[in-house]
């Protein structure tokens, strides 16, 4: 009898694409109104319409009876249509046709309604709407059993409805209040969302409904009262012990659904402090069951539906049995968890229902066929009162622990349930869903917890904090107003202001929009991918790069410049791998980027001083850069890099231009000289390359340039961008990939990063990609314009300040100035001083110490001025403040370097000084130092800087970089 029965299975027609996608599809409406209502409508009529919580749940209990009365009853009508028009569908396509409109019905009480009478209408409403939703839902769980005899071919069938099914939990669990959300919550927002939600729904289910079978109508039978109906459905709960265990099971699952479907709101309002995290948690758990229900049919074909049940069953409890660890070790390692829950709740879900088909396919041949109907009714039945009354749970709950309800748009509504109510929203969920899994695996759970929100249960005992967000912002507004002003051209270092109130909303709100970005995988977040390829794009052309030219997005112009170095050290261990330690050839004026690259990666550094006087200047051109042949003061002739080149040179770099006094390095030459030698050449555009390229007369120092292969350039300097971006573009793509580092030398994931970061923001990347797109290059280009026409009227107004002078020939809205020691020493003004009279009139000038170059030349003492497109707004007024500090310093003395070295104990005064020195004497010393250097504080910095420049001038550069450490590191250390 077996063989012949699968003989007959085997023998059936496979079920067609179209028939599975056209049944699969009615998913969408069973799924859609099995969650959003649960998820949403206890929670509408408590807080939105007034309704008392324990009335809430009555309202919602009785129109989930009144299901529950009616499935059996529409499940034999259905049985009866089938015999008498061959034919299932005229039930499915009516409920499938009016659903919609009453669904929309329940969700649009007029506002101001008296509770009581708003939550009659939604009892009428919801009572039509669950009929409507019964007209389809019986018939439509009974076609697998008269779609196909296969046992193989219902479980493809099944585990595809499953698949849509768990979409649809997804799509509404999620989307319903988002959409809610977008309607602006309340009234309006709940009836945008039933509008919308209505119309997927009954769209799903009438798609369905032609998949129901047409066979030839029989004779009339005679009419079977309603008890009798009622009768049959029972009697097929008795006669069939699989049935029963396999609706109890279901029973029990529906419970813990209805206690969670219906909590969540709250949990999400009054646990997580916010009305959408409900959409992360659905987002979490049903996301990965998308994926795993076809797995989980591969899995049944293989070991049986059974079994499959039990292993979804056991992984489900394990995962979340997990979740309990957030007592102890929180973070967000739980969406693991949730994620290995969704893989088996996928399987949970499918294998009970691919069995139904085949319990009714067993009572057909035991009993005779024509009584699936009869099934499915008291299955739905049974799975709604599961359903029904795991909201009358949860609202009983809600009132004895002393919920308050609330009108919408009525003062006074609860912020938060009592404590005890918090805890039992958690608590409650988790007994019916631990019941339901010891029934359904036959096994013991003890104290296991098995649902998605057991995990709360423990939880419930930390509680969330609260707390005043106005308070904690208004603390850091007052944190922010010990900075200098990032805004209105105040500070002439640090800051690259655009003036652009518009373009700093954008950029914030693109930062906030990838906020939980991690930019480490663009293989999981897609959009780091193509925002970093579009950024690229954009400065590869600015900069006049090949399809060769390949590059990354990184942190800063300091991460840029180590992997450039990085990348040309590797390479250059490949080629001498016996040799020892390569050196790293630049101008003395490079930036000290390079200093920290070599130091990390175990290069020499080999600085080449630069023109230590302005003789050499007689011979700059009038527009700025300096006479062929000559080098401006701060510059290095292109002869002086390229004799220092040689076999064990790594990489040179030449600078576009350097950041100390703004003059661009004989980039063709020196990278021309290089290439012939085989040797790469960076070159450094941190600060110039999103200007340079809109000067005119300006000599190649990019890609143009054959021997550079490889050039840096900040994005949040001239790029505007927020702090946190810059690019490294690399000419080959071996000499790219070099670059990486890459492992997969451990148990965890592969890593492979381009970058020295792991983990990092999407932010600035967002907002850098933003900026990009909203000015362009004619943007960028009249921004360049409003800096360099600010830096012209600088540059006049200081040739016209006497004792003063710009430091050689700047190129760019960058320049340094130093005291003209062409006049008399009386009419002399010293450039530290100078800066801080200018701060006192309220603008920040950046001090640059003098240094001793290694042939013995000394560069001046500096102030270093950044110019940005906002300084044309405050032009006039900067100007007085230089010119009045010039006149309130001149003649007055800068400090001397031998009266700061008296100051010092004589043990500080050698190189080696530094290793002696731990923390705290480094901070009795500095206390010592800076008291008598002026500080009003005990060991707080002066109030005046130039006295610590010329501490920095009098040490020992590995003194003063010990003791310049313990400042810095102590600012930051906690208080007592």
Not at 333 to 355: E, I, L, R
Not at 461 to 468: A, E, L, N, T, V
Not at 686 to 696: A, D
Not at 908 to 925: F, K, N, R, T, V
Request: proline share 6%; aromatic share 8%.
């Amino acid at each position: 009898m077996a063989a012949t029965k699968r003989s007959h299975e085997a023998s059936a027609p496979a079920l067609s694409r179209t028939t599975i996608s056209q049944y699969a599809i009615g998913s969408i409406g069973t799924g859609g109104f099995g969650t959003l209502p649960g998820l949403v409508l206890i929670y509408y009529l408590t807080d939105t319409l007034g309704v008392a919580a324990l009335l809430a749940g009555v309202l919602v209990t009785a129109a989930k009876v009144w299901d529950v009365i009616i499935d059996p009853f529409i499940g034999a009508r259905s049985d009866e249509g089938l015999a008498r028009a061959g034919t299932r569908r005229r039930f499915m396509v009516l409920g499938a046709v009016t659903l919609p409109v009453f669904f929309v019905l329940t969700f649009a009480v007029p506002a101001g309604m008296n509770p009581l009478l708003a939550g009659l209408w939604v009892l009428v409403a919801f009572v039509l709407t669950t009929t409507s939703f019964s007209l389809f839902q019986v018939p439509y769980i009974a076609l697998p059993a008269e779609l196909t005899p296969s046992y193989d071919e219902r479980t493809r069938l099944l585990t595809w409805r499953v698949v849509v099914l768990t979409f649809a939990i997804l799509l509404f669990g999620a989307g319903g209040p988002e959409l809610r959300a977008l309607g602006g919550g309340e009234h309006t927002g709940y009836l945008v969302m039933a509008i919308v939600a209505g119309l997927v729904i009954g769209a799903g289910m009438l798609v369905s409904s032609a998949v129901a079978p047409r066979g030839a109508a029989a004779a009339p039978g005679p009419r079977v009262s309603i008890a009798a109906q009622y009768r049959e459905g029972f009697a097929a709960l008795r006669r069939s012990q699989p049935f029963r265990a396999l609706l109890l099971t279901f029973v029990l699952q529906g419970l813990a659904t209805g206690v969670m479907l219906a909590g969540a709101q709250y949990v999400a309002v009054y646990v997580l402090h916010s009305e959408r995290a409900v959409s992360l948690l659905f987002a979490a758990l049903i996301a990965p069951a998308l994926v795993a229900a076809p797995i989980w049919g591969v899995i049944a074909r293989r070991i049986g539906k059974e079994r499959s049940f039990l292993y979804a069953s056991v992984v489900f409890g394990v995962a979340a049995l997990s979740m309990t660890a957030l007592l102890w070790v929180p973070g967000e390692w739980v969406y693991a968890s949730v994620a290995v829950a969704g893989f088996a709740y996928a399987g949970m879900q499918s294998m009970p229902m691919a069995m139904l088909p085949d319990v009714i396919s067993h009572d057909a041949r035991t009993n005779g066929e024509g009584q699936a109907g009869s099934f499915s009714g008291v299955w739905t039945a049974g799975e709604t009162a599961g359903m029904a009354f795991g909201a009358t749970v949860l609202t009983i709950v809600l009132a004895a622990t002393g919920y308050v309800e609330s009108v919408a748009g009525v003062a006074g509504r609860a912020e938060r349930p009592p404590s005890r109510n918090r805890r039992e929203l958690l608590l409650v969920p988790a007994s019916p869903s631990r019941s339901a899994s010891c029934r359904s695996r036959g096994i013991g759970c003890g104290a296991r917890r098995s649902s998605l929100l057991s995990r709360s249960t423990r939880m419930s005992r930390r509680r969330m904090p609260d707390f005043d967000s106005a308070a904690i912002l208004g603390r850091l507004a007052d944190l922010r107003s010990l900075d200098a002003p990032t805004h209105g051209g105040r500070v002439l270092s640090y800051v690259y202001d655009t003036g652009l109130g518009s373009l700093d909303e954008l950029a914030a709100d693109a930062i906030r929009l990838m906020q939980p970005v991690n930019g480490l995988d663009p293989t999981t977040f897609g959009s780091v991918a193509a925002l970093e390829r579009e950024v690229l794009g954009f400065v590869r052309g600015l900069f006049h790069g090949g399809d060769d030219v390949v590059g990354t997005v990184t942190s800063g112009g300091t991460e840029s410049c180590l992997l450039a170095v990085k990348t040309a050290r590797d390479l250059w261990r490949q080629r001498h791998p016996d040799a020892g330690a390569p050196r790293l050839v630049l101008p003395a004026t490079a930036h000290a980027a390079f200093h920290k690259a070599a130091y990390y990666f175990g290069l020499e550094l080999d600085l080449v001083p630069a023109e230590s006087d302005g003789a050499a200047t007689e011979g700059a051109a009038t527009d700025g850069t300096a006479a062929k042949g000559t080098a401006a003061e701060g510059s290095v002739p292109a002869a002086r890099i390229i004799e220092r080149l040689g076999d064990d040179t790594a990489l040179v770099v030449v600078s576009a231009p350097n950041y100390p006094y703004g003059s661009v390095d004989p980039v063709e030459a020196v990278a021309a000289a290089a290439a012939e030698r085989g040797i790469p050449c960076h070159v450094d555009a941190c600060v110039g390359g999103f200007v340079l390229p809109f000067l005119e007369g300006m000599p190649l120092w990019d890609f143009r340039v054959a021997g550079v292969t490889s050039v840096s350039a900040d994005l949040h300097k001239f790029g505007y961008a927020p702090k946190g971006a810059s690019v490294l573009l690399q000419r080959g793509r071996d000499r790219h990939r070099a670059q990486y580092f890459a492992t997969t030398g451990w148990p965890g994931y592969p890593v492979v990063n381009p970058s020295l970061l792991g983990s990092k923001s999407a932010g600035a990347l967002a907002a850098a990609w933003a900026i990009i797109q909203a000015l362009g290059s004619d943007g960028f280009a009249a921004l360049t314009a409003q800096s360099i026409a600010s830096t012209s009227a600088l540059l006049h107004a200081i040739d016209g300040i006497e004792g003063l002078r710009v430091v050689g020939s700047p190129v760019g809205p960058l320049f340094a100035v130093a005291t003209d020691e062409s006049v008399e020493h009386e009419r002399r003004v010293d450039p530290h001083h100078w800066a801080d009279r200018v701060r006192e009139l309220g603008f920040l000038l950046q001090q640059q110490p003098a240094f001793e170059q290694s042939d013995g030349t000394r560069l001046p003492r500096t102030t270093h001025l950044t110019i940005t497109p906002v300084t044309a707004s405050v032009l006039n007024e900067l100007v007085v403040a230089l010119a009045t500090a010039a006149d309130e310093m001149r003649g007055r003395p800068p400090v001397s370097v031998d009266e700061v070295r008296a100051l010092l104990p004589a043990s500080l005064l050698s190189p080696g000084a530094a290793a002696g020195l731990d923390s705290d004497a480094a901070a009795a010393i500095l206390s010592r130092l800076f008291g008598a250097l002026g500080s009003t504080e005990p060991g707080a910095l002066p109030d005046r800087f130039a006295p610590v420049m010329a501490l920095v001038e009098a040490l020992p550069a590995p003194v003063g970089e010990r003791l310049l450490t313990e400042v810095l590191a102590r600012l930051a250390e906690p208080s007592d």
